[in-house]
């Protein structure tokens, strides 16, 4: 199942001001995995950055100038999207910004069914605690040190990685390190990350395994 990690950057808070998205970050995973196939662009957003905003995520209005519109990118971004659950920390905020956008330019509005949003299962799972995306990060021992800003490609990098956790699907990662004295030409420094789904087997696997066993048994040991 193909599902995208998506994040926003907005000019401030509320759409009721009049705020805009900057910045869109999505990352498609494939049955939990992160593939290659991301979505990035930085947007002009037609208005002024607030000084809250920017203290956030440090995009000036000098930098965001120059940049797409939503109107011109809103086409490969709803292709990126479509068909896919969208995994969202702070949902409302991200899909509201969206569907604003969308719907200033005419467009279809993101049916919010089709949204899981992260901040509700950590709600769920660690009632009272807290349960940003850092706080999340410093739960699960992710190393979010590179997020001195808020950045949306970031961002998703660093949900996929809570999001994992979050549904307890993470398999550890596995360090792998050889090192023979004497030849640095042998070292061998491997770092794997993966995850994967634990499937439980049918009846009849589980009746043709104790076949197989009794049958390699006798050979063994008879």
């Known amino acids: ?5 998506l994040d926003t ?12 998205i900057v910045e869109i970050g999505c990352i498609e995973l494939d049955n939990l995995v992160p593939t290659s196939n991301k979505f990035h662009c930085y947007l002009n957003p037609e208005r002024k950055v607030s000084e809250k905003a920017l203290e956030v995520h440090g995009y000036t209005n000098e930098f965001l100038g120059d940049k797409k519109k939503f109107r011109e990118i809103v086409e490969d971004f709803l292709l990126f999207i479509k068909d896919k659950k969208l995994i969202i ?13 969308l719907a200033l330019i005419g467009k279809d509005k993101i049916d919010k069914s089709n949204v899981l949003d992260t901040l509700e299962i950590a709600r769920n799972k660690f009632p009272g605690s807290q349960i940003s995306l850092d706080a999340l990060c410093k739960r ?14 970031l961002d ?8 994992i956790n979050l549904i307890d699907q993470k398999e550890p990662t596995l ?12 070292r061998i420094n491997q770092n794997i ?8 087997p049918t009846p009849e696997e589980i009746k043709l395994h104790k076949k197989f066993l009794k049958s ?3 050979k063994n040991f008879h």
């Open 175 to 186: 360090n792998f390190f050889n090192n023979t004295k004497n030849s640095s030409d042998n």
């Open 89 to 101: 920390h702070n949902a409302d905020f991200d899909i509201a910004h969206l569907n604003n956008e």
């Open 140 to 153: 699960y021992r992710i190393d979010n040190s590179k997020r001195e800003k808020h950045t949306a490609l």
């Open 156 to 163: 998703c990098e660093l949900l996929t990685k809570v999001y």
């Open 1 to 5: 199942m193909k599902e995208i990690v």
């Open 193 to 200: 990350s993966y995850f994967k789904k634990i499937i439980k």
């Open 216 to 218: 390699n048994l006798k």
């Open 9 to 20: 950057e907005t000019t401030g808070l509320s759409i009721k001001d009049g705020h805009r």
